[in-house]
Protein backbone atom coordinates (compact mmCIF):
# COMPACT_ATOMS: atom_id res chain seq x y z
CA UNK A 1 0.00 0.00 0.00
CA UNK A 2 1.39 3.51 -0.74
CA UNK A 3 2.91 5.62 2.39
CA UNK A 4 0.40 8.28 0.93
CA UNK A 5 -2.78 6.76 1.11
CA UNK A 6 -4.30 6.40 4.84
CA UNK A 7 -7.19 3.76 4.75
CA UNK A 8 -10.56 4.18 6.24
CA UNK A 9 -11.46 2.21 9.95
CA UNK A 10 -14.63 0.97 11.25
CA UNK A 11 -16.11 2.73 14.24
CA UNK A 12 -16.22 6.69 15.56
CA UNK A 13 -12.78 7.77 14.72
CA UNK A 14 -12.70 7.16 10.47
CA UNK A 15 -9.45 8.37 9.54
CA UNK A 16 -6.76 10.90 11.39
CA UNK A 17 -4.11 12.32 9.49
CA UNK A 18 -1.21 14.61 12.21
CA UNK A 19 1.98 16.52 10.49
CA UNK A 20 3.51 14.05 12.95
CA UNK A 21 2.10 10.99 10.66
CA UNK A 22 2.29 12.59 7.19
CA UNK A 23 6.05 13.96 7.96
CA UNK A 24 5.09 17.39 6.99
CA UNK A 25 4.35 20.71 9.27
CA UNK A 26 1.11 21.92 8.30
CA UNK A 27 -1.97 20.21 7.70
CA UNK A 28 -3.94 18.10 10.12
CA UNK A 29 -7.10 16.05 9.14
CA UNK A 30 -9.58 14.11 10.99
CA UNK A 31 -12.90 12.78 10.33
CA UNK A 32 -15.57 11.37 12.81
CA UNK A 33 -18.90 9.39 12.59
CA UNK A 34 -21.19 10.98 15.59
CA UNK A 35 -24.40 8.19 16.98
CA UNK A 36 -27.18 11.38 17.64
CA UNK A 37 -26.29 12.13 20.86
CA UNK A 38 -22.72 10.90 21.12
CA UNK A 39 -20.24 13.98 22.09
CA UNK A 40 -16.60 14.83 20.74
CA UNK A 41 -14.28 17.30 22.58
CA UNK A 42 -10.60 18.53 21.87
CA UNK A 43 -8.64 21.28 22.26
CA UNK A 44 -7.01 22.93 19.52
CA UNK A 45 -3.80 24.07 21.20
CA UNK A 46 -1.64 26.12 18.71
CA UNK A 47 -3.35 25.28 15.75
CA UNK A 48 -6.62 26.73 14.12
CA UNK A 49 -9.03 24.63 13.20
CA UNK A 50 -12.29 24.37 10.65
CA UNK A 51 -14.90 21.94 11.88
CA UNK A 52 -17.09 21.23 8.67
CA UNK A 53 -20.23 19.44 9.23
CA UNK A 54 -20.34 16.96 6.46
CA UNK A 55 -23.71 15.20 7.16
CA UNK A 56 -26.16 15.30 9.63
CA UNK A 57 -26.40 18.05 12.27
CA UNK A 58 -24.38 18.99 15.22
CA UNK A 59 -24.61 21.31 18.16
CA UNK A 60 -21.20 23.31 18.64
CA UNK A 61 -19.11 25.09 20.92
CA UNK A 62 -16.09 27.02 21.11
CA UNK A 63 -15.30 30.19 22.06
CA UNK A 64 -17.78 30.93 24.39
CA UNK A 65 -20.32 30.88 21.65
CA UNK A 66 -22.87 27.99 20.68
CA UNK A 67 -24.49 27.06 17.33
CA UNK A 68 -26.93 24.82 17.66
CA UNK A 69 -28.45 22.18 15.32
CA UNK A 70 -25.95 23.33 12.91
CA UNK A 71 -26.05 21.00 9.18
CA UNK A 72 -28.36 20.83 6.96
CA UNK A 73 -27.46 17.69 4.22
CA UNK A 74 -27.91 14.32 4.60
CA UNK A 75 -25.17 13.19 1.83
CA UNK A 76 -22.09 15.03 0.65
CA UNK A 77 -23.46 14.73 -2.92
CA UNK A 78 -26.61 16.71 -2.27
CA UNK A 79 -26.47 20.02 -4.28
CA UNK A 80 -26.10 22.04 -1.31
CA UNK A 81 -23.19 23.68 0.86
CA UNK A 82 -22.45 22.53 4.53
CA UNK A 83 -22.34 24.48 7.57
CA UNK A 84 -18.62 24.93 8.91
CA UNK A 85 -17.37 26.80 12.26
CA UNK A 86 -13.99 28.28 12.38
CA UNK A 87 -12.09 28.10 15.91
CA UNK A 88 -9.06 29.62 16.77
CA UNK A 89 -5.90 28.42 18.50
CA UNK A 90 -6.07 27.54 22.46
CA UNK A 91 -9.91 26.95 22.38
CA UNK A 92 -12.01 24.37 23.67
CA UNK A 93 -14.42 22.94 21.13
CA UNK A 94 -18.01 20.68 22.29
CA UNK A 95 -19.42 19.08 19.61
CA UNK A 96 -22.64 16.94 20.29
CA UNK A 97 -24.43 14.68 17.41
CA UNK A 98 -28.54 16.06 17.22
CA UNK A 99 -28.66 13.27 14.40
CA UNK A 100 -26.33 10.66 13.18
CA UNK A 101 -23.82 12.95 11.91
CA UNK A 102 -20.17 12.99 10.07
CA UNK A 103 -17.66 15.84 10.71
CA UNK A 104 -14.02 16.61 9.61
CA UNK A 105 -11.65 18.26 11.65
CA UNK A 106 -9.44 20.39 9.62
CA UNK A 107 -6.16 22.23 11.53
CA UNK A 108 -3.06 23.95 11.11
CA UNK A 109 -0.73 26.02 13.00
CA UNK A 110 -1.91 29.56 14.30
CA UNK A 111 -0.69 32.53 16.18
CA UNK A 112 -3.75 34.96 15.98
CA UNK A 113 -6.36 34.81 18.24
CA UNK A 114 -9.31 35.55 16.70
CA UNK A 115 -13.12 34.97 17.69
CA UNK A 116 -14.56 31.72 16.59
CA UNK A 117 -17.41 32.19 13.97
CA UNK A 118 -20.04 30.27 12.10
CA UNK A 119 -19.44 30.01 8.57
CA UNK A 120 -22.52 30.15 6.86
CA UNK A 121 -23.22 27.77 3.43
CA UNK A 122 -25.33 30.92 1.89
CA UNK A 123 -21.27 32.95 2.16
CA UNK A 124 -19.79 30.20 0.44
CA UNK A 125 -18.93 30.41 -3.07
CA UNK A 126 -19.87 27.51 -5.25
CA UNK A 127 -18.29 27.27 -9.12
CA UNK A 128 -18.00 25.07 -11.83
CA UNK A 129 -14.57 24.41 -13.22
CA UNK A 130 -13.18 22.49 -16.32
CA UNK A 131 -15.65 21.10 -19.31
CA UNK A 132 -16.48 18.44 -20.80
CA UNK A 133 -14.80 15.19 -18.97
CA UNK A 134 -13.07 17.58 -16.45
CA UNK A 135 -15.80 18.82 -15.56
CA UNK A 136 -16.59 19.32 -11.39
CA UNK A 137 -18.15 21.46 -9.21
CA UNK A 138 -16.27 23.58 -6.41
CA UNK A 139 -17.38 25.05 -3.29
CA UNK A 140 -14.92 27.39 -1.14
CA UNK A 141 -15.83 26.80 2.40
CA UNK A 142 -12.41 28.27 3.63
CA UNK A 143 -10.97 30.46 0.98
CA UNK A 144 -7.93 32.63 0.60
CA UNK A 145 -10.24 35.63 1.49
CA UNK A 146 -11.48 34.45 4.86
CA UNK A 147 -9.75 35.48 7.59
CA UNK A 148 -7.57 32.76 8.89
CA UNK A 149 -3.89 32.07 9.59
CA UNK A 150 -2.73 29.16 7.32
CA UNK A 151 -6.00 26.88 6.73
CA UNK A 152 -7.92 26.52 3.32
CA UNK A 153 -10.55 24.18 3.02
CA UNK A 154 -12.63 23.65 -0.05
CA UNK A 155 -15.14 20.41 -1.73
CA UNK A 156 -15.27 19.39 -4.63
CA UNK A 157 -17.53 16.83 -6.30
CA UNK A 158 -16.53 15.09 -9.74
CA UNK A 159 -19.39 13.57 -12.22
CA UNK A 160 -19.27 9.69 -12.52
CA UNK A 161 -16.43 9.48 -15.47
CA UNK A 162 -14.84 12.62 -15.04
CA UNK A 163 -11.44 13.70 -14.23
CA UNK A 164 -10.71 16.53 -11.16
CA UNK A 165 -7.66 18.05 -9.96
CA UNK A 166 -7.10 17.89 -13.68
CA UNK A 167 -4.73 18.86 -16.10
CA UNK A 168 -2.42 17.44 -13.30
CA UNK A 169 -1.30 20.35 -11.09
CA UNK A 170 1.40 21.20 -8.11
CA UNK A 171 2.06 23.75 -5.69
CA UNK A 172 4.93 23.05 -3.61
CA UNK A 173 7.50 25.52 -4.36
CA UNK A 174 7.67 29.20 -2.70
CA UNK A 175 7.42 31.05 -6.18
CA UNK A 176 4.52 33.37 -5.97
CA UNK A 177 2.62 34.31 -7.98
CA UNK A 178 3.39 31.84 -10.04
CA UNK A 179 3.47 28.75 -7.17
CA UNK A 180 3.20 28.68 -3.69
CA UNK A 181 3.91 25.94 -1.40
CA UNK A 182 0.56 23.77 0.12
CA UNK A 183 0.59 20.21 1.60
CA UNK A 184 -2.87 19.00 0.68
CA UNK A 185 -5.17 16.39 2.03
CA UNK A 186 -7.63 14.67 -0.19
CA UNK A 187 -10.66 13.18 2.11
CA UNK A 188 -12.59 11.09 -0.66
CA UNK A 189 -16.09 9.81 -0.65
CA UNK A 190 -17.55 7.96 -3.36
CA UNK A 191 -21.22 7.37 -4.41
CA UNK A 192 -22.84 4.89 -4.43
CA UNK A 193 -20.30 4.03 -1.25
CA UNK A 194 -19.12 0.56 -2.73
CA UNK A 195 -16.99 2.60 -5.50
CA UNK A 196 -13.94 3.67 -6.04
CA UNK A 197 -11.61 6.23 -7.62
CA UNK A 198 -8.13 6.67 -8.95
CA UNK A 199 -5.20 9.31 -7.63
CA UNK A 200 -1.82 9.66 -8.58
CA UNK A 201 0.43 11.52 -6.78
CA UNK A 202 3.54 12.56 -9.03
CA UNK A 203 6.63 14.87 -8.99
CA UNK A 204 8.86 15.68 -11.90
CA UNK A 205 11.92 14.07 -11.41
CA UNK A 206 9.57 10.59 -10.17
CA UNK A 207 11.08 10.82 -6.51
CA UNK A 208 7.15 10.74 -5.73
CA UNK A 209 5.25 8.22 -8.16
CA UNK A 210 2.07 7.11 -6.76
CA UNK A 211 -0.85 5.31 -8.23
CA UNK A 212 -3.55 4.51 -5.77
CA UNK A 213 -7.22 3.14 -5.72
CA UNK A 214 -9.12 4.68 -2.92
CA UNK A 215 -12.41 4.08 -1.80
CA UNK A 216 -15.11 5.81 0.40
CA UNK A 217 -13.41 7.64 3.47
CA UNK A 218 -9.89 6.93 2.54
CA UNK A 219 -7.03 10.21 2.41
CA UNK A 220 -4.52 10.74 0.04
CA UNK A 221 -1.73 12.99 1.14
CA UNK A 222 0.59 15.19 -1.15
CA UNK A 223 3.46 16.25 0.16
CA UNK A 224 4.72 17.50 -3.05
CA UNK A 225 3.93 16.28 -6.80
CA UNK A 226 1.16 16.79 -8.84
CA UNK A 227 -2.16 14.97 -7.73
CA UNK A 228 -4.94 14.46 -10.38
CA UNK A 229 -8.06 12.33 -9.59
CA UNK A 230 -10.21 10.51 -11.89
CA UNK A 231 -13.61 8.70 -11.27
CA UNK A 232 -14.85 5.63 -12.77
CA UNK A 233 -18.03 5.58 -15.04
CA UNK A 234 -20.86 4.22 -12.20
CA UNK A 235 -20.00 6.49 -9.64
CA UNK A 236 -19.81 9.82 -8.67
CA UNK A 237 -16.48 11.42 -6.34
CA UNK A 238 -16.13 14.03 -3.64
CA UNK A 239 -13.17 15.31 -2.08
CA UNK A 240 -12.79 17.43 0.86
CA UNK A 241 -9.32 19.30 0.75
CA UNK A 242 -7.30 20.81 3.38
CA UNK A 243 -4.27 22.77 2.02
CA UNK A 244 -1.60 24.94 4.22
CA UNK A 245 1.97 26.18 4.07
CA UNK A 246 4.46 28.76 4.59
CA UNK A 247 2.62 31.57 3.16
CA UNK A 248 -1.85 31.42 2.98
CA UNK A 249 -2.50 31.34 -0.70
CA UNK A 250 -2.85 29.25 -3.37
CA UNK A 251 -1.07 29.24 -6.73
CA UNK A 252 -0.12 26.48 -8.39
CA UNK A 253 1.86 25.29 -11.71
CA UNK A 254 0.52 22.97 -14.17
CA UNK A 255 2.08 19.79 -15.08
CA UNK A 256 3.86 20.94 -18.73
CA UNK A 257 3.83 17.75 -20.22
CA UNK A 258 -0.48 18.18 -20.01
CA UNK A 259 -0.97 21.89 -20.08
CA UNK A 260 -2.12 22.01 -23.27
CA UNK A 261 -5.07 20.28 -22.36
CA UNK A 262 -6.43 23.79 -20.96
CA UNK A 263 -6.49 25.20 -24.62
CA UNK A 264 -9.01 22.30 -25.51
Known amino acids: MSPLLVKARAGSAIVEVTPESAGWTHVGFAAHRL ?23 VTVQAGGQTWEAIGNRQSVFEDV ?28 PATTHRPARLIDPQSMMRSVRGKGA ?67 VYTDDRSIDEAMAVENHDVVM ?29 HFKNDPAHDWLMTK
Open 35 to 57: AAGEQLTLETGSRELCLVVLTGT
Open 134 to 200: NTRYVCDILPQTAEADGLLVVEVVTPSGHSSSYPPHKHDSDNIPLESSLEETYYHRLNPEQGFAYQR
Open 81 to 108: SPYAVYVPLETTVGITAVSAAEVALCSA
Open 222 to 250: VPRGYHPVTVPYGYDGYYLNVMAGPKRVW
